[in-house]
């Protein structure tokens, strides 16, 4: 182990404690480690004790269970369940196919909604009548709504206005919607649709009654059925006085149904000595860490090479959008920002629509709607001259907004 040295010039001769020749080792002792890193070791174990009184003293919850009727996290629908009831709408809670089919067996006019089908057989289910709401990128769609197409491209989950004629949809008004893109059989009818062309909704008569196929059931959950118009659609949808019979995931899986044979688990299909070689591996990582890890030393501070200030760097991808004439993506890129910067000062949420946005800047700005709209929302520019006019116009917009 190598050391540094450094001359001492002490007037009454070498201090106590130095090498010969006026010179002492300046590697860190275990007493100077200790000194300097006991406050971070102190406050590492009260967090690590606070954090495991604080898991010891709170009670279990279990697993989040999406989509299911019982469940209170943000992930179930306990509250849309609440709301069906207080309707006077019965909710049967039915985690197999068997399940289901004893329901709809009992007579009368039922709605069977599916949410899950990881342990389902899609075609046992299609043999149950009446209407039938599926929510989400469920397996087995062919089978439960034949005619129905699904886009490769999915849509990203926002809000979105229903620009249909469905009822349910038409009342209920713009919500959470997106996911999986369908596009509709003949005589459907489609609604939320998505920017590269299908819809995330799409309802049509079949044989036994209505399916109605939703890309994305997330306006069904406790966390977002609150938001825009996603109750009022779910009640629409689901809540029309008939018998719910609510299908999810098993909490236990059939047997049959795990992987192996015979309903052997992943742990049972493993060798026996596995374990030893996982404990083994994780040893000698542990040791090639130690042996290969290097000690910290102290802390160096050296000046960067080069400073790249902020307007160079926007002046550098502006020369590259020029350079590839994207005049599209610059004025995406201007529109993006501006209203992501506008929303909040309008008092408007992140999920708002262009309707919302453009009715609430002109009314605050005192602008044509149909300039805001069209500055926002319209067509690319044409050439470099109408870019730039575009960015002055959105600088001089959201400067009145900020003087306001």
């Not at 996290?73 to 207080?86: C, H, I, M, N, Q």
């Not at 949420?349 to 605050?364: D, I, K, M, N, W």
Request: glycine share 12%.
């Amino acid at each position: 182990m190598s050391v540094i040295t450094r001359q001492t010039a002490a007037p009454g001769g070498p201090q106590a404690g130095t090498a010969p020749g006026g010179s002492e080792p300046t590697s860190p002792t275990a007493r100077s480690i200790w000194t300097a890193g006991r406050m971070i070791v102190l406050l590492g174990v009260v967090l690590i004790l606070a954090a495991v009184i604080g898991v010891l003293i709170t009670p279990s919850q279990g697993p989040s269970r999406p989509f299911d009727p019982t469940d209170t996290s943000v992930a179930g629908s306990k509250a849309l369940a609440e709301l069906l009831r207080s309707r006077g709408v019965q909710v049967d809670r039915a985690d197999s196919v068997q399940a289901a089919a004893d329901l709809a067996a009992r007579g009368g006019n039922r709605l069977l909604l599916i949410t899950d089908t990881t342990y389902f057989d899609e075609h046992a289910l299609s043999r149950i009548p009446g209407d039938r709401l599926i929510a989400g990128d469920v397996f087995g769609l062919q089978a439960l709504a034949p005619g129905v197409r699904t886009r490769p491209e999915a849509a990203r989950p926002r809000s979105r206005e229903p620009q249909c004629q469905l009822p349910a949809a038409r009342l209920a008004g713009s919500a959470y919607m997106g996911g999986v893109v369908f596009d509709a059989p003949a005589g459907g009818t489609g609604c939320y649709p998505a920017s590269g062309g299908g819809h995330t909704l799409v309802s049509y008569p079949n044989a036994g009654g209505v399916t109605t196929v939703v890309g994305d059931g997330s306006f069904m959950t406790n966390r977002r059925l609150a938001e825009d118009g996603n109750a009022a659609l779910a009640l629409n949808l689901i809540g029309t006085g008939r018998p719910v019979t609510w299908l999810i995931r098993p909490e236990r899986p059939p047997a049959t149904e795990l992987p192996g044979e015979r309903g052997q688990s992943m742990y049972d299909l493993m060798p026996d000595n596995i374990r030893w070689t996982i404990y083994m591996a994780i040893i000698a990582v542990g040791v090639t860490a130690l042996w290969r890890g290097r000690r910290l030393g102290p802390v160096v501070a050296e000046r960067l090479p080069v400073i790249v200030r902020a307007a160079e760097t926007v002046e550098g991808r502006g020369r590259l959008y020029r350079a590839r004439r994207a005049r599209q993506r610059a004025a995406e890129s201007l529109r993006a920002g501006t209203i992501d910067r506008l929303t909040p000062r309008l008092g408007l949420t992140s999920g708002a629509g262009p309707q919302e946005v453009v009715a609430a800047l002109a009314a605050r700005t005192r602008q044509d709607s149909h300039q805001v709209g069209a500055a926002l929302y319209g067509p690319p520019p044409a050439d470099d001259a109408a870019l730039v006019a575009l960015a002055g116009y959105l600088d001089f917009i959201e400067r009145q907004v900020s003087e306001l």
